[in-house]
Nanobody, 122 residues
Framework: QVQLVESGGGLVQAGGSLRLSCAASGRTVSNYGMGWFRQGPGKEREFVAGISWNVGSTYYADSAKGRFTISRDNAKNTVYLQMNSLKPEDTAVYYC???????????????WGQGTQVTVSS
């Protein structure tokens, strides 16, 4: 079993930055693809970014390209999401997930965290 705990969310003004962290425990996630998803108020969950287990590849939703950066430190069993130039429409609960691939399909992830709230004020 893998437990994932997100942190780093909060309230930020538009144009600001936040860095989310996802700490894994239970077993190493160094062999897992990792992803970040979000769910805004009244919206469905959507993919934000993914990273391969060997940090060789990353994949971003169009809404995240150029503003967000996903990274991982396998030695720390932690994945990060650096979010810059935040917009009010980025307001959501952000979740990290671990699976066999870093796909945009949430159904292919095996483990999920509880989420961290990000609120961007205008």
């Amino acid at each position: 079993q893998v437990q994932l705990v997100e942190s780093g969310g909060g309230l930020v003004q538009a144009g600001g930055s936040l860095r989310l962290s996802c700490a894994a425990s239970g077993r190493t996630v160094s062999n897992y693809g990792m992803g970040w998803f979000r769910q805004g108020p009244g919206k469905e969950r959507e993919f934000v970014a993914g990273i391969s287990w060997n940090v060789g590849s990353t994949y971003y939703a169009d809404s995240a390209k150029g503003r967000f950066t996903i990274s991982r430190d396998n030695a720390k069993n932690t994945v990060y999401l650096q979010m810059n130039s935040l917009k009010p429409e980025d307001t959501a609960v952000y979740y990290c997930a671990a699976g066999s691939a870093y796909t945009k399909l949430g159904s292919l992830y095996d483990y999920w965290g509880q989420g961290t709230q990000v609120t961007v004020s205008s």
